[in-house]
T-cell receptor, first 112, second 112 residues
């Protein structure tokens, strides 16, 4: 049972570099999410996708783009990384209605 | 808008002590409520949930009751163990089923 798989697990970037965080789920869920977790601030929603072909901004979308490639995959792109984007990034998925979200193991990103 | 407020940590307890972590919420309508647990270096795992008023969620000795009159979903455990040391997040899924809202997390340290 793979659930939600994120790659990579760790990444160090230089300021201005770009990268894409990958996320895939094998539970046939419609909804997928990207969160960032910073100390003392809980989880903040960056973008979400309610279904294949749709994406919407969350609480902190600036500096990020997303692609819902198909029902399984939802990627997060940093076009020009900044130190303020140093964080732990979590991908999650859920069915619609009143069910829980399932989380990946996270990507720890450091921008120097 | 919807939001979750939970008690700040860290909370430090001795093994076998009673645990309460307070969580209150603001939401229109009837949200679903969740408690997640995060162990060091890992993603969030669902601990328990409740989808309607007066429901009690329970798992691994933890319990929480959905109280609509006080808009609360406090987490309790009668006797904590060292292995319960983790960060606990309260969350809700509101009328906009596409979004989850998380509290800032409460770190629990249990000493032998």
């Amino acid at each position: 049972n793979a659930g939600v798989t994120q790659t990579p697990k760790f990444q160090v970037l230089k300021t201005g570099q770009s990268m894409t965080l990958q996320c895939a789920q094998d539970m046939n869920h419609n909804s997928m999410y990207w969160y960032r977790q910073d100390p003392g601030m809980g989880l903040r929603l960056i973008y979400y996708s309610a279904s294949e072909g749709t994406t919407d901004k969350g609480e902190v979308p600036n500096g990020y783009n997303v692609s819902r490639l198909n029902k399984r995959e939802f990627s997060l792109r940093l076009e020009s990384a900044a130190p303020s984007q140093t964080s732990v990034y979590f991908c999650a998925s859920s069915e619609q209605a009143n069910t829980e979200a399932f989380f990946g193991q996270g990507t720890r990103l450091t921008v120097v | 808008g919807d939001s979750v407020t939970q008690m700040e940590g860290p909370v430090t307890l001795s093994e076998e002590a009673f645990l309460t972590i307070n969580c209150t919420y603001t939401a229109t309508g009837y949200p679903s409520l969740f408690w997640y647990v995060q162990y060091p270096g890992e993603g969030l795992q669902l601990l328990l949930k409740a989808t309607k008023a007066d429901d009690k969620g329970s798992n691994k000795g933890f319990e929480a009751t959905y109280r609509k009159e006080t808009t609360s979903f406090h987490l309790e455990k009668g006797s904590v163990q060292v292995s319960d040391s983790a960060v606990y997040f309260c969350a809700l899924r509101g009328r906009n089923f596409n979004k989850f809202y998380f509290g800032s997390g409460t770190k629990l340290n249990v000493k032998p």
